[in-house]
């Protein structure tokens, strides 16, 4: 996996501005030594306000030297980190942006005489566009996402769910899971209780690092905003700021890029239903799936390390 400079290639796909755990997600990823980031891709909505929260955020991380590619757009709406970065100008943003994110994608892709990681976090939407545009990127890259639910559901749950990122598009996950190319996936088996409590989380609440201020920043933004718009939510309360993150499901996905130590990998057949299910079918194409961690704690530890690095 590991390029000629030592460091994995990858290429960041995340609905970043959406669920907060995508913002927690590109912290752990930009602290990470062992990647060499080639491309953030923004994807599905409003890719461009998703494109400004990663232009402000790779600012703070002194690496403006990553591109940004604007994916897909399928709305305007402006998401529940928009108060973050109200008055940032990304005309005025030093870094590399790609209008056509997907064509940015593929480019890369093709171009690269190594293997590429496509760290997937969000829905599939960029993805799917990119096989069509070009089938050959699936023989010149592998897949590492956060997508599907096979025998655990959100919170633990003994009953799978319908995992946002697969029920959004349905078809696309369903092109992207029979291309050609590798896929590891994180589904919520591992990383639907994903939830950073005690210590741990007050080491990243208090961090004095940049990133880490800002990443807390948005997180108390994006709780602000989630309180005002939706009062059904059970894991967001008065004070949970200062107690606990809220499902942080796509840091696995980046661990995974880059280790697979601490969790079990489990070779499957994997089928994705209309209502945007994935079910184990032993005649579907086999996915590398984690299905369990042999040790939640150290993987909770090395989390909490990259985050305030």
């Known amino acids: 996996m590991a390029g000629a400079s030592g460091k994995i290639p990858v290429i960041l796909d995340t609905d970043i501005g959406g669920d ?10 930009l602290n990470s030594p062992e990647f060499d980031i080639k491309l953030i891709l923004t994807e599905e909505g409003n890719t461009l306000y998703r494109a400004k929260i990663t232009a402000r955020m790779l600012e703070i991380a002194g690496r403006t030297d990553i591109p940004i590619g604007i994916g897909l757009a399928t709305s ?3 998401g529940f980190q928009g108060a973050w970065i109200d008055s ?3 005309d005025r943003y030093a870094g590399v942006v790609y209008e056509d994110g997907v064509d940015a994608m593929i480019d890369c892709v093709m171009r690269s005489a190594e293997e590429t990681t496509i760290i997937a976090i969000g829905p599939p939407g960029n ?4 096989l069509q545009r070009q089938p050959e990127i699936a023989k010149k890259s592998r897949i590492v996402g956060m997508y599907g639910s096979v025998r655990k559901g959100y919170f633990g749950s003994d009953t799978p769910d319908a995992e946002y990122n ?7 996950c369903r092109k992207v899971f029979t291309a050609g190319w590798e896929i590891t996936l994180s589904p919520l088996d591992t990383c639907g209780m994903l939830i950073l409590k005690g ?9 004095p690092k940049p990133l880490a201020r800002a990443l807390m920043e948005n997180y108390r933004l994006w709780l602000d905003a989630r309180k005002n718009t939706d009062e059904t939510r ?8 200062f107690e606990q993150s809220t499902l942080l499901c796509d840091t ?6 880059f280790s697979e130590e601490l969790a079990t990998i489990e070779d499957l057949g994997i089928t994705v239903t209309d209502d945007g299910c994935t079910r184990i079918d032993p005649q579907a194409k086999r996915i590398r799936c984690a299905t369990s961690w042999k040790d939640l704690a150290a993987f909770e530890e090395i989390l909490v390390q990259r985050l305030i690095r």
């Open 20 to 29: 907060i755990d995508d913002t927690w997600a590109l912290v752990m990823l």
């Open 76 to 78: 305007e709406e402006i």
């Open 88 to 90: 940032f100008d990304m």
């Open 127 to 130: 993805l799917a566009a990119a």
């Open 166 to 172: 697969v029920a959004v598009h349905p078809d696309f």
């Open 199 to 207: 210590d741990l989380y007050q080491k990243v609440l208090h961090s």
């Open 234 to 241: 059970t894991d967001i309360y008065p004070g949970i700021y």
């Open 252 to 257: 696995a996905a980046v661990y995974l890029a």
